[in-house]
């Protein structure tokens, strides 16, 4: 793997993990899934391209693989909130924000901080191949909030959350491991 092929995607990853604020102004729902979807595409593609420019000596081609795992993860922890609250956004689905619940800051903090290690771990076992292993994690989530499930408003929103949430960690760790072929 040419390390330049991870360029595009990495800095991408930086500047809407960094900068969210300004990377998703005025799109939320369905606009912003879909220009996620394009820029990252586009990032692969670029990145392509440039690996095309210069080719690399072969003990440089570790860094390519630490670079393409950092993306994934930053990506997956970082911008992984954004997208999350994107598809929960969908007009179809009409889903309630984390903001507009009752619950407080730190809640809402945890919430999310859940989020992220579940990701980190679901995108772990992608990686690793221990795909039957990632249950287990749907599993502990769902006894930690079992009693909060009885309010069906809350069980869909924690459902659709959660698996938008591994769905996305699931199709990074796919993509990356075709890229570590």
């Known amino acids: ?16 993990t960094l900068w969210p604020a300004q990377v998703d102004s005025r799109r939320r729902g369905a606009s912003l899934l879909l220009v996620e979807a394009v820029i990252v595409a586009a990032a692969v593609v670029a990145g392509g391209y440039l690996a095309e420019l210069v080719v690399p000596r072969s003990q440089g081609l570790w860094w390519g693989r630490v670079g393409l795992l950092a993306t994934g993860y930053l990506y997956v922890c970082g911008r992984g909130m954004s997208v999350i609250r994107a598809v929960l956004e969908l007009p179809t689905l009409q889903m309630r924000r984390d903001d507009d619940r009752t619950a407080g800051a730190i809640d809402i903090a945890r919430g999310r901080a859940i989020g992220a290690l579940e990701r980190a771990l679901t995108l772990t076992l992608v990686l690793l191949g221990e795909y039957a292993a990632v249950g287990w994690i749907i599993a502990a989530k769902s006894l930690a909030r079992f009693k909060a499930l009885e309010d069906r408003e809350f069980a869909e929103y924690f459902l659709i959350g959660t698996l938008a949430s591994f769905l996305l960690a699931l199709l990074v760790g796919i993509g990356m491991r075709i890229l570590l072929r």
Not at 7 to 14: E, G, K, W
Request: charged letters at 0%.
């Open 1 to 16: 793997m040419n390390p330049l092929s991870v360029v595009p995607l990495l800095v991408y990853t930086l500047a809407a």
